[in-house]
């Protein structure tokens, strides 16, 4: 056991000590969350700007959506006199999203303003699970229309905004639609008051018209805006203001909808199946991940070989991939002869979250399963980038300019982002082998099919 210890600390060391020496800081600008009112001139300068000197340093643009992206920004520059501030900053998204890189981002989100009300997609449409107090009756109501658009064709004008590939816009839309910026600008409303139409919980159709909300979500503070997947979690209960959540009523839940944190575990099944919930591939607070893992290994793990382990990555949007390298190499050697590590993923798992799945499968023995929605990105994509803000909206935008490849894997530094080289996996799948896609009335009842699919696969 000790020796085990003596490997993983020597390695998490060596590995800090070679990144440290080889891997260039990165200073990032954090996007502001305050968008100014822009004159035509201020827009017409920050998207000359983005053509002149943000397009060039990002690689992962075609030739022809390079064109497009240069067709959009023309015709942005040309409507100033016409465009609105937050126009203007969905124009900046829409031409950024053209690569359909997720990495490749104008973060102008969170500069929308929202209604009192929030949403996410389910197997069977866009339901309201989290409202203003006053609002409250509207929890667990199903979003038929936003304004004169379905919930189906809002999603379809909305795509061309945002970065990424289908499920990622169908995590990041959930939202964008609750903003009555986007549904303006989209064409399914005219103005800040919007009308849905809503099939509540007894069956019945209701039509309200909504406003923007009189005060902040306060359990979005601090938050970044593609929180996206944290409109699952309940805010704790003490929080001054909270808005309320059709989980509330529910005592029993998911390990997946307590208290966000980095990682997490248990024991479940009458201590048969191991659990870990890592929600971010980062530490959130002093102590590096990495030994946080270590801890696991030596007071969990090695004293009690498990027969299964669940690794659940639902809630991951990504980090610092470093901080799992050796934890994914060791993972799936800690189970018992004959035994499972079941991987949870979603469309909110992304970017550092993927390459951590993509990292347990190519250190598999045959043993990794991986279980749940199709995740949030593709095998390959660019990332590696830096955030850059507008001269005048401040719109924080990303360039990505390093290739990444955990399918076929990586085998050139000189194309592909070195450490993916160095640590990739090669010829492994990223589809789910058990693909499950969690129905409304399922997770209201605090149900979790995924878990259950992967305790089923544990027996």
């Known amino acids: 056991m000790s020796m085990t210890l003596v490997q993983w600390k020597s390695g998490a060391l060596a590995l800090a000590g070679f990144l440290i020496l080889s891997t260039p800081t990165v200073a990032q600008t954090p996007p502001t969350s305050i968008l100014p009112d822009l004159t035509p001139a201020q827009m017409r300068e920050d998207l000359t700007f983005l053509k002149k000197e943000w397009a060039p340093q990002d690689k992962s643009f075609t030739g022809e959506e ?14 100033t006199d016409k465009l609105s501030s937050k126009g203007f900053a969905l124009e900046v998204m829409r031409a950024v999203a053209v690569s359909r890189n997720g990495h490749t981002v104008a973060r102008a989100a969170n500069m929308m303003n929202s209604l009192p009300i929030k949403a996410w997609w389910f197997a069977d449409g866009l339901y309201i699970i989290k409202a203003q107090p006053e609002f409250a009756d509207l929890l667990g109501a199903r979003i038929d229309k936003l304004g004169s658009l379905t919930s189906g064709d809002a999603l379809h004008k909305l795509a061309p905004f945002i970065s990424g590939t289908d499920q990622r816009i169908r995590f990041l839309s959930a939202n964008l639609l609750t903003s009555p910026d986007v549904l303006e600008h989209i064409g399914a ?7 849905l139409t809503l099939r509540l919980a007894d069956g019945t159709i209701r039509a309200v018209k909504l406003s923007p909300a009189s005060a902040p979500d306060p359990g979005d503070k601090g938050k970044n805006i593609n929180k996206g997947y944290t409109v699952l979690v309940p805010d704790d209960g003490s929080l001054e203001g909270r808005w309320k959540h059709v989980l509330d009523p529910i005592k029993e839940r998911s390990p997946l909808y307590t208290k966000r944190t980095d990682v997490t575990t248990s024991w479940l099944n009458g201590k048969q199946v191991f659990y870990i919930r890592l929600d971010t591939v980062s530490s959130i607070d002093d102590t590096p991940l990495d030994q946080k893992f270590a801890g696991i290994f030596r007071k969990s793990l090695l004293p ?11 809630l991951n ?17 800690l189970v018992s002869a004959n035994g499972r590590v079941l991987v949870l993923v979603s469309r909110a798992t992304f970017s550092a979250g993927i390459s951590t799945a993509a990292m347990l499968k190519g250190a598999s023995q045959g043993n990794v399963t991986l279980v749940g929605e199709t995740m949030g990105d593709s095998g390959q994509f660019w990332s590696e980038g830096e955030t850059i803000p507008l001269p005048n909206s401040k719109i924080g935008v990303e360039y990505s300019n390093q290739f990444e490849d955990y399918e076929n894997g990586c085998t050139d530094p000189a194309t592909c982002f070195w450490a993916v080289v160095a640590f990739g996996p090669k010829n492994i799948s990223l589809t789910p082998e058990e693909k499950i896609d969690v129905t409304f ?14 305790l089923s696969l544990s027996r």
């Open 441 to 454: 009335d399922d997770y209201a009842a605090g149900r979790d099919p995924v878990l259950e699919k992967a």
């Open 317 to 333: 949007s990504g980090g610092d991939f470093f901080n799992t390298i050796l934890f994914s190499q060791a993972l799936p050697k």
């Open 66 to 79: 390079q064109r497009e992206f240069n067709q959009i920004v023309d015709s942005a520059i040309s409507l």
């Open 189 to 195: 409303a005219s103005g800040p008051e919007i009308s």
């Open 304 to 314: 009690s070989i498990p027969k299964f382990i669940v690794i659940d990555l639902r």
